[in-house]
């Protein structure tokens, strides 16, 4: 069964860290560009950033640049997203997804997708 799992979201303080990951199974995500949106409450879904499968090549939104980190793991079909100083506005649910690698870091559509963490940050 082909599956998008993320984990590592919850509750942190403004200024905060957290490490979410993108865990897949059922497929391995060596041929596979990642992308993290999140949708806050009531907002559209925004795309955060985006890592290429082949040269690791990525991209951040203007609001989480300097802040959050992408990577992958190919060895533990893993990809990650470190998000340093949190801010409130960086609350929401935060879904990856996986596009089968043509040459780009962010892709309009994807074809899977995770059910979602949930990251709030708040004092």
């Known amino acids: 069964q082909v599956q998008l799992v993320e984990s590592g979201g919850g509750l942190v303080q403004p200024g905060g860290s957290l490490r979410l990951s993108c865990a897949a199974s059922?497929?391995?995500?060596?041929?596979?560009?990642i992308g993290w949106f999140r949708q806050a409450p009531g907002k559209e879904r925004e795309g955060v950033s985006c890592?290429?499968?082949?040269?690791?090549?990525?991209y951040y939104a203007d609001s989480v640049k300097g802040r959050f980190t992408i990577s992958r793991d190919n060895a533990k079909n893993t990809v990650y997203l470190q998000m340093n100083s949190l801010k409130p506005e960086d609350t929401g649910v935060y879904y990856c997804a996986a596009h089968l690698d043509s040459g780009y870091m962010c892709y309009a559509e994807y074809d899977y997708w995770g059910q979602g963490t949930q990251v709030t940050v708040s004092s």
């Open positions: 059922g497929f391995t995500l060596d041929y596979y560009a």
């Open positions: 890592i290429s499968s082949s040269d690791g090549r990525t």
